[in-house]
């Protein structure tokens, strides 16, 4: 029977380290960015949200986290969200909740400082330089956003919105191993800052989580054999 | 000099005074497009506070480490490894939270605050942690170690959150106006402090949070120093009215 338990226990770890089950899952900061949205097409003009108006995100992404690997010294990078149609506009007095379809993608690209496009948004998206100077570089992660909802108040100028955020591709995908790769993302959106350019919606600040990985102990077969005897 | 014309050299240097005024203080755009400071993150903490309820008359505190500076702070390095950049809100006392009923969906919280004042620090060593249940031993304290490099009073505060976000996310923001601390003149504009609009996403995602805190933040200020309409000289100016 001890051997029995012991043979089980040494199948479940891996290579002689046991997982430990932390108290709750864990999650972490892949990426964090900021940047302004427009909608684009325009079914419905001059009420954001409505439905059928396409959503999309352009901007900066000053921290990025490993397993991901960045050089900011010789490398800007920039997202694009895009792919996201309002399928749903509910509005109760000053809060209005957006629901869109998709799946959209959340886009991150890496452009030489030197001979790459400096990044401009432009006015009244898109323009000549805008997506186009966010999205020339190497796409180094591509994830899917499903579930996405924006919830803002026209009261306040502001808002939030929130989505699950799958990675799927880009030249580092192979970084994050597959038990991480499905996580989520979410931003803070305002309207009340003089600098939001002209032609966009909001200012956007937002960040992607991924699973923490699991954490693990190193220990021995004779370590393991002892707890069972 | 009769009265006729000096009533009329007094009215062109009121307009001329309006005018060099209104032209100082046009908002076109702000002069920065990106964020001065970037945060990730910060913890927001206060008594008997919930991601839906503040009680009124409490006050809540905010602790973060800043990740970038951007123009016109740039010269400072967040990433220095002998240096961390810190930064504690204090002073915020609560209005309570107002509630506001969404169906088929749930409830928004809405919470403003009055007052508020920001201190940003630059420490020595990188020592600023999160300690669970604050105030503690570390916070605010390892937040506030170090050299004040900017302060300022917070404006209009507020946090929205919700009953049926699936993420648990919501957002929260203010503005600030800059009165002081080492690098006071970078973010001053002809000797006048600029407004910077604090802002940001909010969650209280269990997987994400540390015991003993509300929120966590992920944010940024924006320098919102507003530009003048046009570029002109004093004597341009004059020749207008003359």
């Keep these: 029977m001890r051997r029995f338990a012991t043979t089980l226990l040494l199948v479940a770890g891996i290579a002689g380290s046991v997982a430990i089950s932390p108290a709750r899952a864990q999650e972490q900061v892949l990426l964090d960015y900021f940047g302004f949205d427009f909608e684009s097409p325009i079914v419905v003009p001059n009420t954001f949200g409505g439905v059928g108006n396409g959503y999309v995100g352009l901007g900066e992404v000053p921290l990025i986290n490993p397993p991901l690997v960045a050089d900011y010294a010789n490398f800007q990078y920039s997202y694009r969200i895009t792919g996201l149609t309002a399928i749903s506009r509910l509005v109760n007095g000053d809060f209005v909740v957006v629901d869109y379809g998709g799946p959209g993608t959340l886009t991150i690209y890496e452009d030489s400082k030197t001979s790459g496009t400096p990044l401009d948004y432009g006015s009244n998206p898109p323009n000549a330089t805008a997506p186009s100077t966010f999205i020339d570089g190497t796409p180094i992660l591509i994830g899917t956003l499903t579930s996405f909802r924006f919830i803002y108040s026209t009261f306040s100028g502001s808002g939030s919105y929130e989505s699950d955020f799958t990675i799927v591709g880009g030249t580092q995908l192979a970084n994050i191993p597959v038990p991480q790769r499905a996580g989520w993302q979410f931003a803070g959106v305002t309207k009340n800052t003089l600098s939001v350019p002209d032609g966009y919606a909001h200012q956007v600040k937002g960040e992607a989580m991924i699973p923490a990985p699991t954490p693990t102990r190193s220990s021995s077969w004779g370590q393991l054999k002892r707890i069972y005897r | ?242």
């Design chain 2, 1 to 242: 000099m009769n009265r006729s014309v000096r009533q009329g050299v007094s009215m062109r240097r009121l307009i001329l005074s309006i005018t060099v005024a209104a032209l100082a203080l046009v908002p076109l755009r702000a002069a920065q497009a990106g964020p001065i400071i970037d945060w990730d993150p910060a913890f927001f903490y206060e008594q008997d506070a919930t991601p839906y309820n503040s009680v009124p008359g409490h006050e809540l505190f905010i602790v973060g480490i800043i990740s970038v500076f951007g123009p016109p702070l740039d010269f400072l390095n967040a990433s220095d490894p002998t240096k961390d950049y810190t930064f504690y809100l204090h002073g915020l006392i609560s209005n309570g939270t107002a509630v506001s009923s969404f169906p088929p969906f749930g409830n928004f919280f809405t919470t403003t605050y009055n007052g508020g004042v920001i201190e940003i620090y630059e420490g020595t060593p990188r020592d600023a942690v999160f300690d669970p249940f604050p105030p503690n031993a570390n916070v605010p304290s390892t937040f506030t170690n170090g050299t004040l490099i900017l302060s300022g009073t917070m404006v209009s505060f507020y946090w929205q959150s919700n009953d049926f976000s699936r993420l648990n996310t919501g957002n929260a923001e203010g503005h600030i106006l800059w009165t002081g601390g080492a690098y006071f003149n970078k973010v001053s504009h002809n000797e006048l402090p600029c407004p910077s609009l604090f802002t940001g996403g909010l969650t209280w995602r269990p997987s994400l949070m540390v015991d003993g805190y509300v929120f966590r933040h992920q944010g940024k200020l924006d320098l919102d120093c507003p530009t003048v309409a046009k570029s002109s000289t004093w004597g341009r100016v004059k020749t207008m009215y003359r």
